[in-house]
Structure formats: C-alpha cells, structure tokens
Nanobody
Framework: EVQLVESGGGLVQAGGSLRLSCAAS????????IGWFRQAPGKEREGVSC????????YYTDSVKGRFTISRAAGQNTVWLQMNSLKPEDTAVYYC??????????????WGQGTQVTVSS
C-alpha cells in the first residue's frame, strides 16, 4: 500500500485560497492516477478532482470547475490542488487517493489521512 500524506489545509475566509498537497515517497508515484475527495460532516465522501498518470488529463466535479486546479510535476512525487474563490460549502476533510492502472482497470493502492479545510463566511 502507498503511504500518502496530505497537507495545506486550514481556516480561510470565503473568497480566499488554499493549496493542498498530496505527497508520497514512492518512486513510482508518477505511475499513479491521483484523486482528491472530500467529506463534510454528515455527508458522503465525494470526488472533487483527479489527474491521470498517462497524459495529465484532469477531471473536476461541477461545483469546483473554474475554481480548483489539480496539477502534478514529473519526478516530484506530489500532486497539488489549488483552491481559489473558496466557499463555505467547500468546508470538509480533503483526502487524496492513488490508483494504479493494471490489466485494464484501476485499482486503489492508497489513501491519505485527510486534511481539514474550513471556509468561514
């Protein structure tokens, strides 16, 4: 299992920005697709964004399009989630997840422990 560590969470006012990081010590980190998920109190965990290991293609859930940007740099073993124009409804614990593509399907190889993001109104 891959050990992922998130950082960068905190308390910010509405309209502010945070940059989350998802890091691992694995030398094969570039081979993993990385997804960001979040879970607010009393709600189910939802997918926020992900980035491919093949071509860097990205996905965003509708509620964060135009505000969040996911990125990675080859060889740095880190994926970032830049969050701008934050809203109180973005408040949640944010988790990153690593998937590896093997024999035609993605398999999850690790989750981080989560980082709290709180947006005050």
């Amino acid at each position: 299992e891959v050990q992922l560590v998130e950082s960068g969470g905190g308390l910010v006012q509405a309209g502010g920005s945070l940059r989350l990081s998802c890091a691992a010590s694995e030398s094969t980190f570039d081979d993993y697709a990385i997804g960001w998920f979040r879970q607010a109190p009393g709600k189910e965990r939802e997918g926020v964004s992900c980035i491919s290991s093949f071509d860097g293609s990205t996905y965003y859930t509708d509620s964060v399009k135009g505000r969040f940007t996911i990125s990675r740099a080859a060889g740095q073993n880190t994926v970032w989630l830049q969050m701008n124009s934050l809203k109180p409804e973005d408040t949640a614990v944010y988790y990153c997840k690593a998937d590896v593509y093997v024999t035609g399907r993605y398999s999850t190889v690790g989750w981080g422990q989560g980082t709290q993001v709180t947006v005050s109104s």
